[in-house]
């Protein structure tokens, strides 16, 4: 059974910082698609950065200079350290990974006070 699992989402003070991660079983995270999401209340689920299976990474314009997606390819799993966190990073953040189908995580709430 597939499952990926995310951790370490935590309410902070702006200009804090976090690092989630992204935890598999069932799959290899290694040489595949793997994204950071997030959802924010009355808002769209937008993506904030990925990282391809060649190692390959993007980002949104608004976590450049902040985030760093990264693979752990022996702990099978995905981080994103959050440095400079603002209150608009405030939402819920899921992983998806990409391995022939399409798989989510449950999500961790990060919660970042002015």
């Known amino acids: 059974q597939v499952q990926l699992v995310e951790s370490g989402g935590d309410l902070v003070q702006a200009g804090g910082s976090l690092r989630l991660s992204c935890a598999a079983s069932?799959?290899?995270?290694?040489?595949?698609?793997v994204a950071w999401y997030r959802q924010a209340p009355g808002k769209q689920r937008e993506l904030v950065s990925a990282?391809?299976?060649?190692?390959?990474?993007n980002y949104a314009d608004s976590v450049k200079g902040r985030f760093t997606i990264s693979r752990d390819t022996a702990a099978n799993t995905v981080y994103l350290q959050m440095n400079n966190l603002k209150p608009e990073d405030t939402a819920v953040y899921y992983c998806?990974?990409?391995?022939?189908?399409?798989?989510w995580g449950q999500g961790t709430q990060v919660t970042v006070s002015a």
């Open positions: 069932g799959i290899s995270l290694w040489g595949n698609f």
């Open positions: 990282i391809t299976g060649g190692g390959t990474t």
């Open positions: 998806k990974a990409r391995v022939v189908y399409e798989y």
